[in-house]
């Protein structure tokens, strides 16, 4: 009996395919994209641009133009920047001059490391100014707000657990403020198990 629904033609694809294709874009759609599903479909299957993320902060521009210029000539990089301090914030737009060099960058590039970090590469849309800027709370990307593990490629501490650090700190120092004036009767000798801090005073006969 033949079904009265017709398969598409991708989902046929996906049946037969052993290996999946490596010039895919992930499932990911950007939130802040103005249009529809299949409008969004339809600018990735001719976009000319990627999305690059997990980069160093400190990888450059020429570094990146020496990787990406492997796939095909390149128009331009956008790098993208704390929106507070514009310094490089870990992810990049590269836009080549054809469609087929954005494919064979999916396939031949991502993964591959950089400054000791795996890049990842994603098809995206097109680059819209404002989009260089991270969407952090403190002005990075926001995956760098939340964590908790000490990176120092990616600037150290996430901003959240910079701040809880900053807060250990404060109460620390208040807690322990050194003492400015020593109370009436107070020695100044310390004497512990590892012997006096200071040398002892002359003892009067």
């Known amino acids: 009996m033949v079904s009265e629904y017709p398969v598409s033609s991708t989902l046929m694809e996906d049946a037969f395919t052993i290996v999946p294709r490596l010039d895919r874009p992930s499932t990911y759609k950007d939130h802040q994209y103005h249009g529809s599903t299949e409008?969004?479909?339809?600018?990735?299957?001719?976009?000319?641009?990627?999305?690059?993320?997990?980069?160093?902060?400190?990888?450059?521009?020429?570094?990146?133009?020496?990787?990406?210029?492997?796939?095909?000539?390149?128009?331009?990089?956008i790098m993208g920047l704390a929106r507070n301090t514009k310094t490089p914030c870990g992810f990049c737009f590269v836009e080549y001059y054809t469609h087929g060099n954005a494919l064979e960058c999916m396939k031949y590039v991502n993964g591959t490391k950089l400054d000791d970090r795996i890049i990842r590469t994603d098809l995206d849309p097109g680059f819209r100014e404002g989009r260089q800027f991270g969407r952090g709370r403190s002005g990075g990307q926001v995956r760098d707000e939340y964590r908790q593990e000490y990176d120092e490629a990616r600037g150290g501490w996430g901003h959240m657990r910079a701040k809880q650090e900053e807060e250990r700190q404060r109460q620390q120092d208040e807690s322990y403020e050194a003492i400015a004036t020593v109370p009436t009767g107070a020695e100044l000798q310390i004497n512990s198990r590892l012997g006096p801090s200071s040398p002892p005073r002359d003892s009067a006969y």
């Open 39 to 77: 409008q969004w479909d339809s600018d990735l299957s001719k976009t000319t641009t990627l999305y690059v993320g997990n980069l160093s902060f400190y990888t450059t521009e020429e570094q990146l133009y020496e990787i990406f210029s492997k796939a095909g000539e390149i128009k331009r990089i």
